[in-house]
């Protein structure tokens, strides 16, 4: 017999609250500036998609069938050929790819896909992106923040997510530590899922994939690689991402999402080809944000912060060795909106999270402001 649904606990009874929802009166604070917000606090691209995609989205539009889960041939084929030319990616084969509704999507129900439950362990990085946390306690899976391989106990990893560049700080993983995490889990059978969704903006020095011939030796068991077109292909409200490597792990995912229904539309599909197949428009988007970034560095640095980290990625990490949410209000006096670091965890208490994804008009506003603080 069903139980009622008034003795049920919620499935988000186990879950955090959601972060942003925590900002709602330092943001009416900011957005009471005389010259209105600028709101550098979430990572949502603001310009233009290109026409390319546009195009390609508009004369899929008429397709009245059902998508398929595992994507479309041109696709698969586009992501492999992307990978390889612009990241140095080589072997995949194109059965090892599988479209996303949004790497979000795909990060939140990966344990869960997997088959993960309470005898598993994720291990997250200790700042990290809210979701790979969310994802493992939505299987109902034990959580560890560490940013090393050891101190697990006897208990042995089922997953480990490594995110580089980093979310939120922007910190590059060199090839050295991103082959030592994946030789670890290999002795071990732990999957490793690389978040590699800021992999195109990189300013100062390469990143790496964990799927590069140099990381893993041309040999992808146990490793998952995620892309997003969100943030050079302003892709966010399209919903387009996907996840590759192993192909043993893909199609296990591939299976269970299937019966689930997890079906990215095809209109969707056909403009995450068209994103892939062309590179100019990621090119014209990586120097957009790099003429923010460079004008919103000086701004944060000439107002006494300092910026850590910070290399790659679409925001600067920045302190000045106080209670995040001081920081926080104080950006909110000059209109400006902000993250506090401790939503990616403890080690975030004292910093705070800035993105670029503004216009160069808000940008040039927050610039002014901080130059008269």
């Known amino acids: 017999m069903p139980v009622a649904t008034s003795n049920r606990i919620p499935r988000a009874a186990g879950l955090p609250d959601f972060p942003w929802d925590s900002l709602a009166d330092v943001k009416a604070t900011a957005a009471s500036h005389p010259d209105g917000i600028v709101n550098l606090s979430v990572g949502t691209p603001v310009d233009p998609v290109a026409p390319v995609v546009r195009d390609a989205l508009h004369a899929a539009s008429a397709e009245p069938g059902y998508p398929a889960t595992v994507g479309t041939s041109a696709l698969r084929a586009a992501a492999v050929a992307a990978l390889e030319r612009r990241y140095g990616v080589t072997g995949l084969a194109d059965d090892a790819v599988l479209p996303a509704i949004g790497t979000k999507e795909m990060i939140a129900w990966l344990p869960t896909l997997l088959g993960f439950g309470s005898d598993d362990l994720v291990v997250i990085p200790e700042l990290a992106y809210p979701t790979y946390e969310v994802?493992?306690?939505l299987a109902h899976s034990s959580v560890v923040r560490s940013d090393d391989t050891v101190g697990f106990g006897?208990?042995?990893?089922?997953?480990?997510?490594v995110n580089s560049p980093s979310n939120p700080t922007g910190q590059v993983l060199g090839e050295a530590h991103?082959?030592?995490v994946v030789d670890w889990a290999r002795e071990r059978g732990t999957i490793v899922v690389s978040d590699e969704c800021y992999l195109g903006l990189s300013w100062d020095g390469p990143a790496l994939s964990v799927l590069d011939p140099r990381v893993c030796g041309g040999d992808f068991t146990g490793l998952l690689a995620v892309h997003?077109?969100?943030?050079?292909s302003n892709l966010a409200s399209y919903r387009a991402g996907f996840v590759t490597g192993d192909s043993a792990l893909v199609a296990e995912l591939l299976e269970v999402r299937k019966h689930a229904g997890m079906m990215v539309p095809y209109p969707i599909q056909a403009a995450m080809t068209a994103a892939l197949s062309d590179d100019e428009h990621e090119n014209e988007q990586r120097e957009r944000y790099r003429r923010r970034r460079q004008s919103l560095r000086s701004a944060v640095s000439g107002a006494g912060f300092t910026i850590d980290h910070s290399e790659a990625g679409?925001?600067?990490w920045a302190t000045r060795g106080e209670a995040c949410r001081d920081t926080v209000a104080w950006f909110a006096e000059r209109?400006?909106?902000v993250a506090p670091g401790e939503f990616y965890g403890p080690r975030?208490?004292?910093h705070v999270r800035i993105a670029l994804t503004a216009t160069d008009e808000r940008i040039d506003a927050a610039v002014a402001?901080?130059?008269?603080?």
């Open 135 to 137: 994802g493992a306690l």
């Open 154 to 161: 006897p208990q042995r990893p089922s997953m480990i997510f």
């Open 178 to 180: 991103l082959r030592k």
């Open 228 to 232: 997003s077109l969100s943030k050079t």
């Open 314 to 316: 679409l925001y600067l």
């Open 335 to 337: 209109g400006i909106l």
């Open 348 to 350: 975030g208490s004292k």
């Open 369 to 373: 402001r901080l130059g008269s603080n």
